[in-house]
């Protein structure tokens, strides 16, 4: 006698397990879609947010690289300049061209009468304007005596007022610059005599006081030499400790305890490696203070564990294979080594070298610690001579009151942010140019 099958016939069965199967997949499906939504939409609020990022540096820094100046026709007076008619260089350097611009601005406005209206009128053009004047006597002494239509810097609130960061609206006691100076302002405008150009002297000049004089050639200059310091020195070193570590070192404790020591070196505060600068190469060597020789000489302690722990993982990488089959025709370890895994792991070693440089690029805290926040405004032309870094350049220009020296730390930010797209499109050609496929 046969039994009827539990649960329905074998039809019915197969009909249910189908919808069962077909209800999985449409959830399964259904959760996919989200899963993919929720990625892109992280993506997309991740660009977002490095969108915003770039806009508002861009905006507030791109005003930075014109600066207002003021077109005057400059009588180097030789009465003020040189009364002996000697030409002798140190009564050139002594001269008061202050006084010379003052006049010159006197028979523009004949109207500024009095000490403080003098002083008012005098202040629409930058001190550096002096010094340009005697830079220019000085390389060429003929000029004595002639006059020159020149465009000279005008003052950064002056500059501040022509691109629309300060106000012509409001109480004149609360305003940067009163209403006699703004009405001097407009009538240099309605000349023609006032005008935004390139701002030379910001990629020209080193730090200053003034913001209109204020440059990142300094500074650039003192990244450059603290970075070629910690590559020359960091990059060998990595890539031999790694191929030791990797090739020829027994595997015993001592070696796993240096393997521990690397990998925590590489999660410790930058700034522990700026007081063990300070401590050894500062106090015990007795270096120059805040040059970058000693800057280099820290940011590649701190960088070392960023090339060897890549290097390694790098050498991994390359197959076994290879080394077999170089042993097998009689190469030697050092052969098999410089001929065939190191050529084939130097793109990892690169793209790990070039992101700890560009981190060690960055990097202020440790600078700081060796005295390389001081304020420096000759531009270094060596690894001894004093000098500073561009993010500790953006620090001291952000912590400073006045409102120019805001778009001057935009600018350098992006200055800052090129040098570092310029490393990476580097590490990327290099790695192209070098990469081999097996």
């Known amino acids: ?9 074998l039809a019915e069965r197969g009909l249910l397990t189908e919808e069962l199967v077909l209800s999985r997949l449409k959830r399964r499906y259904r959760t996919e879609r989200i899963f993919r939504g929720a990625c892109m939409a992280a993506v997309g609020i991740a660009a977002a947010f490095l969108a915003l990022l770039f806009y508002s540096v861009v905006r507030q820094g791109h005003t930075a690289f014109t600066q207002t100046h003021v077109l005057l026709e400059v009588y180097f007076d030789p009465e003020i300049i040189d009364p002996a008619g000697t030409r002798d260089p140190e009564d050139l350097a002594r001269a008061n061209y202050n006084q010379i611009l003052r006049a010159e601005l006197t028979r523009r406005f004949p109207d500024a009468t009095g000490r403080q209206a003098m002083r008012e009128l005098g202040g629409l053009v930058s001190i550096g304007a002096a010094f340009e004047l005697q830079a220019m006597v000085e390389a060429d002494p003929s000029l004595i005596g002639r006059r020159r239509e020149l465009w000279l810097p005008a003052d950064d609130d002056v500059d501040m ?21 703004v009405a001097w302002i407009d009538a240099l405008a309605a000349d023609g005599a006032l005008e935004r150009r390139f701002n030379r002297r910001l990629l020209r000049n080193g730090d200053s006081r003034e913001p209109e004089l204020a440059g990142i050639r ?24 790694a191929l030791y570590l990797e090739e020829f070192a027994p595997r015993n404790r001592w070696t796993d305890l240096i393997e521990v020591n690397i990998n925590n070196l590489a999660a410790v505060p930058s700034i522990v490696f700026g007081l063990l600068g300070l401590a050894v190469f500062l106090n015990f060597f007795g270096l120059p203070r805040s040059a970058p020789l000693v800057g280099g000489l820290v940011l590649a302690l701190m960088t070392l564990p960023r090339i060897i722990i ?3 993982a790098a050498i991994q990488a390359v197959p076994p294979s290879i080394e077999e089959a170089a042993y097998g025709l009689g190469a030697s370890p050092m052969q098999v080594m410089f001929h065939h895994v190191l050529p084939l792991a130097l793109p990892g070693i690169l793209t790990g070298t070039i992101i700890g440089m560009a981190q060690a690029l960055g990097e202020s805290a440790p600078l700081l610690m060796i005295g390389m926040v001081a304020f420096i405004v000759d531009v270094p032309s060596g690894v001894f001579d004093p000098a ?20 001057r730390t935009s600018a350098a930010i992006i200055v800052l942010l090129v040098f570092l797209v310029l490393m990476n499109f580097t ?6 140019r070098a990469e081999r496929r097996w």
């Open 1 to 9: 006698m046969n039994r009827p099958a539990a649960g329905g016939s």
């Open 161 to 181: 007022f022509v691109k629309g960061y300060l106000s012509r609206e409001g109480a004149e006691g609360e305003r940067r610059l009163n209403d006699q100076q």
């Open 218 to 241: 300094g500074a650039f200059m003192g990244s450059a030499y603290t970075l070629a310091v910690t590559l020359v020195l960091a990059f060998p070193l990595g890539v031999a400790a």
């Open 310 to 312: 890549p290097a390694r």
């Open 388 to 407: 500073t870094v561009l993010p500790v350049q953006i620090y001291l220009w952000a912590d400073s009151p006045e409102r120019a020296f805001v778009e």
């Open 427 to 432: 590490a990327v050609v290099l790695r192209r």
